[in-house]
């Protein structure tokens, strides 16, 4: 390693530290409905990616809506480069947004669906058209500019609505699902080349997702959102490294628990101990991998007791080449293995197993 403070000297200042004030995003939203309250406080700065990231009616339509100036906040601010936008209709808002379904108008060519985005800011109608065609040409849709929407394709149709929100140079960018009407062929294209515009955009750009690729390859940061709270946030592989609910681990394919340390030995909460290779104490999460389990019908000989579980097959799936089982019992977890394994082991639902896995692949981390 080269001397740090010198190498820390040369480096840009962090975003936050802008020379104008508090720029990028501040906002605490707070939106209440009959049986569902939504509560999050985020923060990013210009540049920054941000996803929402959580299950079904978890409430991240409802925080972008709320951006945007559509949904009305209960309570809360919302700060944007240091101006206060609670009050400020949709209209007024420097932000950008793209609908799930695009919300193209279908009667107007992509030029034009472009240049409505300036236009609706006051921009003269020639200006607005010849901002379009600058952007249509960045985007790589130059030779579409006078196809109606109905003749884009699935990825064409979302780089049109991406220009009309970034036409109008907004300071914040919504996305809501920028990827769920896509196939997953062109997906991954259109992905790849969201993340370079996503990249290039010096504002703030949230999006909303319930893919956690989508996430994680769009996003420099997570907000993972759960009945309307937010559960855990941080980078995309600190998420992946370290997740605090069953949730984000099932989403990230982890086995997760909770318990109390005492040396290498955590006490479950509500199960038996699981041995690791850190030494902590007070309450931990530990988790690991499906593929770090071994399974075994007839109680391994000569096994040590660590670590090694009496379970039943709750149910088995298919991914890939993989056979994912879920199983209950004294721990239960998830275990990864390859078909003929499964086939060998005669798994099936209700079949009894001995599940174990090795101390040096479990990760124990503080709760
Ligand atoms: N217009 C509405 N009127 C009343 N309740 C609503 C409305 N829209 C959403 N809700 C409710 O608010 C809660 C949050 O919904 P929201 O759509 O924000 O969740 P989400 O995380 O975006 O879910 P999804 O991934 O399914 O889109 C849910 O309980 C939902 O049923």
New binding site residues.
Partial sequence: MTNSAESARNLPAPPTAHPHGPGGLHARLVVD????R?DVTLAAAPGEVLALL????????????ALAGLTPLTDGHLRLDGASLEHTPPESRPVGVVFQDYLLFPHLSALDNVAFGPRCRGAGKAEARALAAAWLERMGLAPQADTKPRRLSGGQAQRVALARALATRPRLLLLD?PLAALDARTRLEVRARLRRHLAEFEAVSVL?T?DPLDAMVLADRLVV?ER?RVVQEGTPADIARRPRTDYIARLVGLNLYRGLAAGHTVRLDDGPAITTTEELSGPVFVAFPPSAVTLFRNRPAGASARNLWRCEVAGLQTHGDQIRADLTGELPLAADLTTLAAAELDLRPGAPVWATVKATQTHAYPA
């Fill in positions: 409905r009959p049986g569902f939504l959580g299950p079904n009616g978890a409430g991240k339509t409802t925080a972008l809506r699902e909303v319930h959102v309307g």
